[in-house]
């Protein structure tokens, strides 16, 4: 009997390693595989330093998952990146795209970076059926296509708009700025004339007058003729809105024209919140430019005092960062990946168009250690669309070399003096 029994057991033991080596046994609820997630970004190229800084954010949150015992409502699956350089390009972010869904096989991808990938990934991730979710995109008319499988964590364009006239307002009433008519400078791309057209219509709503709208190109070298034609038309404020490049020779033509403390200047993002714009800068033109009447748009600032800004700058010094290094980029990164780790444990799935809608459907408290951009001061959720529900710009206030962040009230970290 105990013979039979013996045999019967090394039948059983053979038959399971058969069905585990044709495949026939789900490998994931074993916690055998690894769950394959994609990582679309520029590495290099024009946008490199954003891609970098998103890929630490995601490093963060995966080698931490895999440390802690992997995704353990899927049997303790670890997570497995696999990295491509879209080169910040929209013919190589296709390409690449369309490499991970087809050959290596993902379950879902985070990235790319900005719109123009972004426009560049949404159709191949619709026909792949594999969803993907953007650090940066922020077209709005990418959110009207119906894309099933196309999100992102950015404020789009006309949220920045829309913003930037609520902080106008905002320092009028409670400041006495008296702030009565406003330029605007943008880059002249699908994100500045929606984010300018949008921020009008909102100061208009607010009574304040808009003198005139004008853009630049965005591969502008000297910034010196925007600098003389708004100041020609003499407002109380300004609204500068750019990126990094643009906003160091902004700050640089202002300070050569004598012209950065008369009018309240507000601009974003990169252009006036980048962490190392002071640094960049360096002290006289910094001190010059950005203290005293001048203000920030961002969507980070690790002095936020929220749960999941701070398990951000504890486990980002851990790992060596330094704290000018601990921003946006690497929260936005930080970001889509907790997003996705809540995604796979709410649908238990690694099949991508489960865990493409699962995405969709998360939902964070704002004080969850997995909200680490404190943009979510309402709560991390998506709309339809796959665009975020109800974000919060911040606005922040430089000194000597330190940002404070104002606005909103309820997450601010200092004051201003005029």
Known sequence: MKKRNMKLRALGTAVVVALTVAGALPSVALGADAIKIGVLLPLSGRYASAGQDNKRGIDL??????????????????????????????VTTAQEGRRLINQDKVSFILGPYATPEGEAIAPVAERGTTGVLCTQASFDELFKRNYKYFSSVSMTSSQFGVAYGKFVEWLNKTHAANIKTVAITFPNNDYGEIASQAAAGELKKAGVKVLDTFGFPPNATDMTPIVQRVKSLNPDGIISIGYLQDGLLLHRARVAQDYSSK?????????????????????????????????????????????????????????????????????????????????????????????GAAVRNVKLAANSPRVVM????????FEPTGQPKDPVALFEHWDVGNKTVVYPVSIATGAFHW
């Open 61 to 90: 949150v995966v080698n931490q998952i895999n440390e802690q015992g992997g995704i353990k409502a899927l049997g303790g699956a670890k997570l497995e990146l696999s990295v491509a350089d879209d080169t910040s390009d929209q």
């Open 263 to 355: 009018p309240i200047w507000i601009g974003g993002s990169d252009a006036f919140s980048n962490d190392q714009l002071w640094t960049l800068l360096g002290d006289d033109i910094a001190k010059g430019a950005l203290s005293g009447r001048t203000f920030a748009l961002a969507q980070f600032d690790h002095g936020v005092k929220t749960p999941g800004v701070e398990w951000l700058v504890s486990a980002a010094t851990k790992a060596g960062y330094k704290p000018m290094e601990i921003d946006q980029g690497m929260a936005a990164g930080a970001q889509v990946a907790w997003i996705l780790v809540q995604a796979l444990e709410d649908s238990k799935s690694t099949d991508p168009v489960k865990l």
């Open 374 to 381: 404190p943009q979510f001061a309402n709560g991390m959720a």
